[in-house]
């Protein structure tokens, strides 16, 4: 809907060229005129993002190449998956907080996942997890909660 792509826009906008941002999509940039109606916004938003930025494809790659891109300090949260290919969610998030290989043990984490239920909600944060977040319920508006959450509102607008 117009108003959660608004919120995204405004994130992508806010951070350009001030901090880091990582994200990771399922859809190549080709296909994100589905995620924004306006393609102005689309191309402003694409451009913003890849201006300055390393764009690492997550398609099967090795763990070690993941930790290479935390540790280079080059972002300033995550963003990932409970199911990732290498490992579980939970365990890459529990290797992040005890600082393995030099990864700052404070980054934020957002976990993803399609598991639902209130126990799968305390073992993300049992772990380290900063926000949880069902796929199923999953929307721009619930990762700008997670974001003002982890943040603060005022790191969000300016």
Not at 59 to 66: P, Q
Not at 73 to 93: F, Y
Not at 120 to 125: K, L, V
Not at 127 to 153: P, Q, R, T, W
Request: aromatic share 8%.
């Amino acid at each position: 809907d117009q108003a959660e792509t608004s919120v995204l826009f405004e994130l992508i906008s806010h951070r350009y060229e001030r901090h880091s941002i990582a994200i990771k999509a399922n859809q190549p940039f080709s296909a994100w005129g589905d995620v924004f109606p306006d393609p102005a916004m689309t191309v402003a938003s694409i451009d913003r993002l890849i201006h300055h930025a390393t764009i690492i494809e997550m398609n099967g790659e090795s763990y070690r190449k993941r930790v290479a891109a935390l540790q280079s300090g080059g972002a300033d949260i995550v963003i990932m998956d409970w199911k990732l290919e290498a490992m579980d969610g939970l365990e890459c998030t529990r290797r992040i907080r005890a600082g393995i290989d030099g990864i700052d043990p404070t980054i934020p984490i957002i976990l993803l996942t399609g598991v639902a239920g209130e126990e799968t909600e305390r073992a993300a944060y049992a772990a380290g997890v900063d926000y949880f977040m069902e796929k199923s319920f999953f929307s721009l508006k619930h990762l700008h909660a997670g974001l003002v959450n982890i943040f603060g509102v005022s790191a969000l607008r300016g």
